[in-house]
């Protein structure tokens, strides 16, 4: 049985993203990320913090859909990764840079979770 | 007007499949590194690989009789801090390409932008088709 859902799904082509390979490291002041996005150019990059999501999303650019290829292993590549985060990470203070295809983020940690040295007080 | 359907559910648990098979890594990884991709166009050949990653100091590009031999590094840019996800892969790599026609040697152009490689090859003279007369 064909539903209307169903039927109009059949219509549409679904667009491919694939999940960009991460190394992630953290530090007492961050978290590093790295990503690997080959082809895609900074307009087409997307990176937004929803509540608790950390969300990548980049769309190949318009000239990596190359026609009539003699032979591919690959294709032009959407990306999308999300990533969830903590209550530690400050929303504010994210540097993104992308370079030769690896796409470096850092999310610094807000100032209330790192540790702080107490100093004490000599009272005599 | 939306009514409930016991197909919708049955239409959901499908895209949860396909989403499964669809969502893939950057790139097919039983295919020896880097992926390529060849372009044949009347007198020259564009291929291209991903390689992110990589500086155009760490490859090698070659030429050999009617191959073209893609080799290089990828220097791990591991920093000395405990990792929470490591799934970038490294090392050493070479990959070779038969052309489908000589290639003119001196006349090869490679440019690397965005991690992708792109050799321009044009076709030999030789290769290309010629009128015999008839006497």
Redesign the interface.
């Known amino acids: ?1 064909m ?1 209307e ?2 039927i109009a ?1 059949t219509d549409e082509v ?1 667009k ?12 007492a002041d961050l ?2 990320l ?1 990503l ?6 900074k307009d087409n990059l997307n990176i937004v913090i929803d509540e608790n999501e950390l969300r990548i999303t980049a769309d190949a650019a318009a000239a990596e859909n ?1 026609k ?8 032009a ?1 959407n ?2 990764r999300t990533f969830r985060i903590g209550s530690d990470i400050d929303r504010n203070k994210v540097d993104a840079k992308l370079e ?3 796409l470096t983020l850092v999310l610094h940690k807000s100032e209330e979770v790192k540790p702080r040295k107490i100093t004490i007080n000599q009272l005599n | 007007m939306y009514t409930n359907n016991i197909f919708n559910d049955m239409i959901k648990l499908r895209s949860l499949f396909d989403d499964f098979f669809e969502e893939k890594p950057g790139y097919e990884t039983s295919r020896d590194f880097p992926p390529v991709q060849i372009k044949e166009e009347e007198d020259r050949i564009v291929i291209r690989a991903l390689i992110p990653g990589i500086n155009a100091d760490n490859i090698d590009i070659q030429l050999v009789d009617n191959s073209l031999i893609i080799s290089g590094e990828k220097k791990e840019d591991y920093e000395n801090h405990p990792y929470i996800r490591r799934e970038r892969l490294f090392g050493e790599f070479k990959k070779s390409i038969k052309l489908p026609f000589r290639v003119k040697n001196d006349d090869v152009k490679a440019d690397l932008a965005n991690g992708i490689l792109t050799i321009t090859l044009s076709k030999s003279e030789d290769a290309k088709p010629t009128r015999i007369k008839i006497n």
């Open positions: 049985m539903t859902k169903n799904r679904k491919v993203y694939h999940v960009p390979l991460a190394d992630i490291y953290e530090t978290y590093s790295k690997e996005m080959p082809g895609i150019v190359v009539d290829l003699k032979y591919a292993e690959f294709y590549r990306f999308n030769n295809g690896i």
